[in-house]
């Protein structure tokens, strides 16, 4: 049967089984810019089975808020726990273009990469692809209620999409997959509001990484409950909050008053409100699906989903709350605070630390002058160099704890980084005690150390930089970074030259090296008279005459069961 309603027949055998199986709850979820993450999106779900094609269908209404007129920027939705696998949908587009369109593209990846149109990840994955059909796509000006805060203003325009992922359980390359009967979907969310298309919106078009803190997040959604036996695109009310999603966990019950919100909306799309039709991609005319021709309009109206889990101003992130799966809250946030954001932020203390301060410094008090003169240099390279390590410990500790997964060239040469400062670690300790055993004689462990930590220094430097950079700190932050280090090799390769020149054997041929005695001077824990790891260990230390040697018998005597001890750990 053609025509804008439906039979009496089938009007009736609608509402019985809507009566008998279908408890509705509409659904949908909208973040705005400082609610814990930069979103400035929203979106609505429908389950709809559609028993012509024998499959479940999900009817999406999207939204992308756009503040002063941007054609910078997407945002995302994805089908699944984490990026690899996900199905996407991703829009972008320029408000201010004459015919206001807006693409949508959908991609998938097989990592943390950029993702790709799913035609273009076919070896990655090869099974069924749902149909996405794309009813609009388009801005329009923007005339609703809501005033951003932060951004003291309201959006200028709406992004808005309406399309239908036909057989979208059938998607197969999502971890723990997509399921049509399931009250926590696993969803994702992303979006970057920087990048600059250059004119270039076309739907294979590459896109930049999310806002890295701020710009992606992760959703449990209740597909069981948002389904319908009638297709519609879900009303959106950008003045509430989230409905039937979680951000933390599986979403709660549908309250009553959900359900009964639910019947009315199911009653007005059957009982002949004004509706178009969209073919469902079977072509027969009997089995088209009622849909609203309004389904763009922002106002709430009688179909608009209430607010049950939040008002708009309330804080999805209570801290306490916080199991691992929340959205990371922006660097800088105006309102609200976040544990795992600041945890972060503490990662990049305990790791920058050591690499722009620490490790530097114990360079310089081993080659000083002054530390050397007075005796000290030995002690004060090691005791600044174990809080050093000892603070990059405690840094990479909370970056696994913190992390959900290990995917990213920042992560991996941090692994790298902390296994060779154990390496490091253990060759100092090491060289110390067997050049103090051996009567001062140069160890293959002593120029390892040596080469070993001028290449962790500027590689850990380099990760500094990188994790200022994912965490989005601005350039000033970066640059100041990256001078210090600058400056720090150019003062330590002078000051390592002029410790060369000083050593007192450092212009003879063929020195003669360390008795045990000086070795064990040389290398007592409570202070030292030359730099330890030099680069020519056979240059004579300097000799301490008969009276100090005859007064500090008895300290060497001591240091000795010191050493002997520590050798045996």
Same mark, same amino acid.
């Given at each position: ?78 089908? /699944? ?19 206001? /369109? ?31 059909? %794309? ?79 701020? /710009? ?67 072509? #027969?005319?009997?089995?088209? #699906? ?143 005690? =067997? ?23 500027? =590689?850990?430097?380099?990760?500094? %930089? ?23 090799? %150019? ?63 008895? #300290? ?14």
């Amino acid at each position: 049967m053609r025509g804008s309603f439906l039979s009496l027949p089938a009007t009736l055998a609608i509402l019985l089984l809507s009566t008998l199986t279908i408890a509705y709850r509409p659904l949908q979820f909208v973040k705005h810019t400082g609610q814990s993450g930069r979103a400035d999106q929203a979106f609505s779900m429908v389950n709809y089975f559609n028993e012509t094609t024998q499959q479940s269908d999900l009817y999406v209404h999207m939204w992308m808020f756009r503040y002063k007129s941007s054609n910078k920027g997407w945002a995302s939705l994805g089908l /699944g726990p984490r990026m690899k696998g996900a199905l996407m949908f991703i829009i972008y587009g320029d408000p201010n273009s004459e015919d206001k /369109g807006m693409t949508l593209t959908v991609r998938t990846v097989d990592g943390h990469h950029p993702p790709r149109p799913t035609d273009e990840m076919k070896e990655f994955y090869s099974g069924d692809v749902p149909e996405v059909e %794309v009813v609009t796509a388009h801005f329009e000006d923007y005339t609703g209620d809501w005033y951003s805060e932060q951004m003291q203003a309201k959006p200028s325009h709406l992004g808005i999409a309406d399309f239908i992922v036909r057989g979208y359980d059938r998607w197969g390359a999502a971890e723990l997959g997509v399921s049509n009967e399931t009250t926590k979907q696993a969803m994702i969310w992303s979006s970057n509001f920087r990048q600059d298309f250059e004119g270039d919106f076309s739907v294979d078009r590459a896109i930049d990484m999310h806002q890295f803190g701020l /710009g992606f997040g992760f959703l449990w959604v209740d597909l069981l409950n948002a389904r319908s036996d009638v297709a519609f695109f879900g009303a959106i009310n950008e003045l509430n909050d989230h409905t039937g999603i979680s951000e933390t966990a599986e979403p709660k019950p549908p309250t009553e008053d959900e359900l009964k919100k639910g019947d009315e909306i199911i009653a007005a799309q059957i009982g002949g409100g004004s509706t178009s039709e969209v073919d469902n991609g079977t072509g #027969e005319g009997d089995s088209k #699906e009622a849909v609203p021709e309004d389904s763009g309009d922002k106002a709430a109206d009688e179909s608009t989903p209430p607010a049950t889990d939040a008002t708009p101003d309330s804080d999805t992130t209570t801290p306490g709350a916080d199991d691992g799966s929340k959205v990371e809250e922006p660097v800088k946030s105006v309102k609200q605070w976040n544990i795992r954001s600041m945890m972060w932020h503490l990662h990049g203390f305990f790791m920058t630390i050591p690499f722009v301060v620490g490790y530097p410094l114990a360079v310089y008090l081993l080659r000083s002058p002054r530390t050397s003169a007075a005796g000290t240099a030995f002690n004060y390279h090691w005791t600044v160099n174990s809080l050093s390590s000892i603070s990059v410990s405690i840094g990479a500790l909370i970056g696994f704890v913190n992390s959900r997964s290990i995917s990213i060239t920042h992560q991996y040469i941090g692994i790298l980084i902390v296994c060779a400062l154990t390496v490091q670690l253990v060759l100092g300790w090491r060289h110390h005690v =067997v050049f103090v055993a051996t009567g001062g004689r140069k160890t293959w462990m002593s120029t390892v150390h040596v080469i070993l930590g001028r290449v962790v220094f500027p =590689v850990g430097i380099i990760n500094v %930089v990188s994790g200022l950079m994912l965490r989005h700190y601005g350039w000033p932050v970066i640059s100041l970074c990256i001078a210090l280090a600058v400056v720090e090799v %150019v003062v330590l390769t002078l000051v390592v030259g002029q410790a060369r020149k000083r050593r007192p054997g450092a212009m003879q041929k063929g020195p003669t090296a360390p008795t045990a005695d000086e070795a064990e001077e040389y290398f007592q824990l409570g202070g030292d008279d030359d730099d330890e790891f030099s680069d020519d260990d056979d240059d004579e230390t300097g000799r301490l005459n008969a009276e100090e040697r005859v007064k500090k018998e008895a #300290e060497r005597d001591e240091q000795r069961k010191k050493l002997a001890k520590l050798d045996r750990v």
